[in-house]
């Protein structure tokens, strides 16, 4: 809504680019770049779905991308970049440190099938809180023993189906914000 694509042509422009993203290579060694390209429908829901990107793209984060091409008959890929000293690709990556431990918690366990957006449910199900069913993630169960997941089923609580828009700053909060920001390096 509102873009400049027409809704009739939305799926296949956005099939075309998915299918163009796992074609990429990287101009250094013509390596795929891409770890995975998804449809936003099929890693969020609820009534906010709109606000998310169209296409999810998770670039490989193993190596330094030097620069994308996408590969075409008849044409050489473009020159390799200079390496710059200051090289930082800012990638990000969905799987981290999470560490639990208490009574129910199974000990050693490995969260391998966890991402970052099953923290929330699994700390609220913990809690005794139950778990809002528009929340995305879900609850790591298989995190917890079973005699204590048996005594402590996973409950459910009706969303609020609205988004958090957080608070406004006041201007002298704001400044502070965008200058400890430009500090980090984030804005110029």
Same mark, same amino acid.
């Given at each position: 809504?509102g873009g400049i694509v027409p809704p009739e042509e939305?799926?296949? #422009?956005?099939?075309?680019?998915?299918?163009?993203?796992?074609?990429?290579? @990287?101009?250094?060694?013509?390596?795929?770049? #891409?770890?995975?390209?998804?449809?936003?429908? @099929?890693?969020?829901?609820?009534?906010?779905?709109?606000?998310?990107?169209?296409? %999810?793209?998770?670039?490989?984060?193993?190596?330094?991308?030097?620069?994308?091409?996408?590969?075409?008959?008849?044409?050489?890929?473009?020159?390799?970049?200079?390496?710059?000293?200051?090289?930082?690709?800012?990638?990000?990556?969905?799987?981290? %440190?999470?560490?639990?431990?208490? @009574?129910?918690?199974?000990?050693?366990?490995?969260?391998?099938?966890?991402?970052?957006w099953d923290l929330a449910p699994t700390i609220l199900?913990?809690?005794?809180?139950?778990?809002?069913?528009?929340?995305?993630?879900?609850?790591?169960?298989?995190?917890?023993?079973?005699?204590? #997941?048996?005594?402590?089923?996973?409950?459910?609580?009706?969303?609020?189906?609205?988004?958090?828009?957080?608070?406004?700053?006041?201007?002298?909060?704001?400044?502070? %914000? @965008?200058?400890?920001?430009?500090?980090?390096?984030?804005?110029?």
């Amino acid at each position: 809504p509102g873009g400049i694509v027409p809704p009739e042509e939305y799926e296949a #422009l956005r099939d075309e680019i998915i299918e163009k993203l796992h074609a990429s290579r @990287d101009v250094l060694d013509h390596e795929p770049v #891409l770890e995975e390209a998804i449809k936003r429908e @099929d890693v969020y829901h609820g009534p906010n779905l709109h606000k998310s990107p169209d296409i %999810i793209i998770r670039w490989k984060t193993t190596r330094v991308i030097r620069g994308i091409y996408l590969p075409q008959p008849g044409k050489e890929p473009p020159p390799v970049p200079p390496l710059s000293p200051n090289l930082n690709n800012g990638g990000h990556r969905l799987h981290g %440190i999470f560490v639990m431990a208490g @009574d129910g918690v199974r000990e050693g366990h490995r969260f391998d099938e966890g991402i970052l957006w099953d923290l929330a449910p699994t700390i609220l199900h913990y809690l005794g809180v139950p778990v809002p069913d528009d929340m995305d993630g879900r609850v790591l169960a298989e995190s917890f023993d079973a005699d204590w #997941l048996a005594e402590h089923p996973v409950t459910f609580s009706a969303g609020t189906g609205e988004s958090g828009q957080g608070a406004d700053y006041d201007s002298e909060a704001q400044a502070l %914000i @965008d200058e400890r920001l430009r500090g980090l390096g984030y804005v110029g």
